[in-house]
């Protein structure tokens, strides 16, 4: 299955479902979201993997990554979250460690109530990112 998404323009929100796809999936369906009438600028992201049960490689998502980035200024997205129903995700824990390294706002989620309150400007503390470091201190 491919990757589609839904523009919330009440919600300002653009959420993002399908199997784990590759870095040319991710720019064929970025593509489709800015060309789109109904974004605006400021929309929060929410990549939903609830569905998804092929994980990509770190490879892969480095690749994805780059699109993401390239795409962002465009986009002019606030926030991403990636929700996950895993309670380890290595394609999700690589893409936010990436995303942290290019200054990306993208954080892990485990629960969609967490990755919204995120989105809409809630502290980080829900982030799955967040609870692997405090568990490890």
Same mark, same amino acid.
């Given at each position: 299955?491919?990757?589609?998404?839904?523009?919330?323009?009440?919600?300002?929100?653009?959420?993002? %479902?399908?199997?784990?796809? @590759?870095? +040319?999936?991710?720019?064929?369906?970025?593509? /489709?979201?800015?060309?789109?009438?109904? &974004? *605006?600028?400021?929309?929060?992201?929410?990549?939903?993997?609830?569905?998804?049960?092929?994980?990509?490689?770190?490879?892969?998502?480095?690749?994805?990554?780059?699109?993401?980035?390239?795409?962002?200024?465009?986009?002019?997205?606030?926030?991403?979250?990636?929700? %996950?129903?895993?309670?380890? @995700?290595? +394609?999700?824990?690589?893409?936010?460690?990436? /995303?942290?390294?290019?200054?990306?706002? &993208? *954080?892990?989620?485990?629960?969609?109530?967490?990755?919204?309150?995120?989105?809409?400007?809630?502290?980080?503390?829900?982030?799955?990112?967040?609870?692997?470091?405090?568990?490890?201190?």
């Amino acid at each position: 299955m491919s990757l589609s998404y839904v523009i919330d323009a009440d919600r300002r929100l653009i959420t993002i %479902t399908g199997e784990y796809a @590759d870095a +040319a999936e991710w720019n064929r369906l970025l593509t /489709a979201v800015l060309d789109d009438r109904a &974004l *605006q600028p400021g929309f929060a992201f929410l990549r939903d993997l609830r569905g998804a049960t092929h994980p990509v490689e770190p490879a892969t998502v480095v690749g994805i990554i780059d699109v993401v980035r390239r795409f962002w200024p465009k986009l002019q997205a606030t926030r991403a979250a990636i929700l %996950t129903p895993r309670d380890v @995700d290595p +394609a999700a824990l690589v893409a936010h460690a990436l /995303a942290d390294a290019q200054h990306l706002p &993208l *954080q892990v989620f485990r629960t969609y109530e967490e990755a919204i309150a995120w989105l809409n400007g809630a502290a980080d503390g829900g982030s799955v990112d967040e609870r692997t470091h405090s568990e490890r201190a």
